[in-house]
């Protein structure tokens, strides 16, 4: 019997009440045509009804691929777990996902990516859940929101904080998904999957894995089909013996705006100077100054945002392979890429399951990650994860809280405030007028790394901002180091509020992070 069926067939086969995980990065690996088909069944029947959607990385973009939003319909879905959300501009019009979840219409929750990724596994070997230290004394804790985007979350608890053998836990029980939705590049006629022209395995083995052993369906979207015994074996991914339906979409794309480029898939080595370079002006400053704490030879973990700029300038120095980069999605090495390709990387050495990746992050293996930030407050703790004013400008929490529990030394990279108008001279960097809020503030509105428990771990903590860079000390932040050009007092102390002082043996930065060409890294 052949497993091939239209994505309407497959929509057909879930049942009302399931409890859906969904394999995608936002448009990476999403199967798209899938969920589509979803919503349609559920427009034109009413079914399936009530369902839970897992998502350990956003399903779809504000681009062009729906995702998540397909299935984001009252009556529909009741439940849905996150690592991460559909985000975007305030230009574009906010997710439907996001409306159900600011309107209190679907119990939401913001749950690490990795942990999701852990209770995948444990489930799917009948463990009693995951049992984890991420996330204590952030968001995720259950002393905080306990992972709960709305009432609707907080009124249905799924983490608690437990007692084991002497030391405290957060304990997520098992939640058993009945339906996997996957996608791969190609399967063949037993359902064998490749993933040739992906930018990532993400977690599609371990989500089915799962759902297999709890006796549900698996669905594969691909975009093409083999004759059975054409695929090399060591290629094949998730074996066919784990897929009940496979579902082509010839016109699936690659990732966000990209309907295929080989160099994001590995299938060739793009020259390095082809990549575009950092262009100049203030975010290029602050990655330049995070680009000073690596040396050749570290393994460093990378977020979006600003820092997502720090491997471009290793390019510019003439260091594109001095550090290897890794990333949740999967990637180790090459360089990651930035825009709408985020998530991906061109040149990469290997590309590893995200679950794994994830086992790397929390175990802290890397010497240093690089991440951005929305606010920092007087205790050090960071907000990337809610935005109460435009809250789908965020994605959520993705791997963040998993990569910065076990990091020995973390680099935030951010505006010291938000719309200042900066000038760069020939002295320095000018505030020329001060910005519409600050960004270090009393408390931030969502705790997504904790200051006091980077303090009790003894992890190193650095954040960087066009006006200084700051440490986390017993005290608070602490400015070590001022850019050329700033005043410390009128913009520093008095900007913040008196929320961030001045060290006494603070020194001033080198004039070469403002140089046009290259600033002389690895000298």
């Known amino acids: 019997m052949s497993k091939i069926v239209s994505a309407a067939q497959a929509a057909a086969r879930i049942a009302d009440g399931a409890v859906v995980t969904v394999s995608s990065s936002s448009a990476l690996g999403c199967p798209d045509l899938v969920l ?3 919503g349609a069944r559920f427009d034109a029947e009413g079914h399936p009804r009530e369902l839970t959607s897992i998502h350990p990385i956003a399903a779809g973009d504000m681009y062009g691929v729906k995702g ?17 959300y559909p985000s975007g501009p305030s230009s574009k019009p906010m997710p439907e996902i996001w409306k159900m979840i600011v309107e209190n219409r679907v119990a939401a929750y913001n749950v ?3 942990i999701l990724f852990d209770m995948a596994r444990e489930t799917a070997a009948n463990r009693p859940g995951v ?3 991420v996330g204590m004394n952030t968001f995720v804790d259950p002393i905080r929101e306990g992972c709960a985007m709305n009432d609707m979350g907080a009124a249905a608890p799924i983490v608690r904080r437990v007692e084991f053998d002497g030391d405290t836990w957060l304990h997520f029980p098992n939640i058993v998904p009945n339906v996997a939705i996957l996608r791969a590049t190609t399967a063949d006629e037993h359902g064998n999957l490749t993933y040739e022209h992906e930018g990532a395995y993400l977690g599609g083995l371990e989500q089915a894995i799962c759902v297999r052993n709890h006796g549900g369906l698996v669905i594969a979207q691909v975009s093409r089909v083999t004759k059975r015994g054409s695929l090399r074996p060591h290629d094949v991914r998730v074996p066919g013996h784990l897929v009940d339906l496979v579902v082509i979409d010839p016109d699936q794309k690659q990732t966000c705006e990209t309907p295929y480029d080989p160099a994001i898939s590995g299938q060739i080595m793009r020259p390095w100077d082809s990549f575009s370079l950092a262009e100049r002006g203030v975010e290029k400053i602050i990655a ?3 680009a000073m704490e690596l040396r050749p030879g570290m393994t460093a ?3 979006f945002g600003i820092s ?5 300038i290793l390019l510019e120095e003439g260091h594109p392979e001095a550090v290897t980069w890794a990333v949740e999605q999967g990637a180790v090495g090459g360089i990651p890429l930035t825009g709408f390709a985020f998530g991906c990387s061109s040149n990469a050495d290997a590309f590893v399951p995200s679950p794994q990746q994830f086992i790397y992050f929390q175990g802290g293996g890397f010497d240093v990650s690089f991440l951005s930030f929305l606010e920092v407050d007087v205790e050090g703790n960071v907000n990337v994860s809610k935005l109460g004013k435009k809250p789908y400008l965020t994605a959520g929490c993705g791997g963040f809280v998993d990569i910065t529990s076990g990091a020995k030394k973390i680099v935030f990279s951010g505006w010291f405030e938000a719309g200042a108008r900066i000038e760069l001279t020939s002295e320095g960097i000018k505030v020329e007028a001060p910005g519409k809020f600050a960004k270090m503030v009393e408390a931030v509105e969502h705790v997504t790394f904790s200051g006091q428990r980077a303090r009790e771990l003894g992890q190193e903590v650095l954040y960087v901002t066009e006006r200084c860079v700051m440490r986390l000390a017993e005290t608070g932040l602490v400015a070590t180091e001022i850019m050329p050009g ?3 007092e009128r913009d520093i102390v008095q900007a913040s509020g008196g929320r961030v002082s001045i060290a006494p043996d603070a020194i001033t930065l080198p004039i070469s992070l403002l140089a046009d060409g290259p600033m002389g890294w690895g000298k």
């Open 308 to 312: 997502a700029m720090v491997p471009r």
């Open 486 to 488: 700033i005043d410390p």
């Open 301 to 303: 973990n990378l977020g």
């Open 36 to 38: 589509k088909a979803i």
């Open 68 to 84: 998540v939003d397909h299935i984001a319909k009252d009556g529909l879905l009741c439940r849905i777990l996150g690592g991460s």
């Open 112 to 114: 690490p990516s990795g």
């Open 288 to 290: 330049r100054r995070a």
């Open 131 to 133: 049992l984890t230290k």
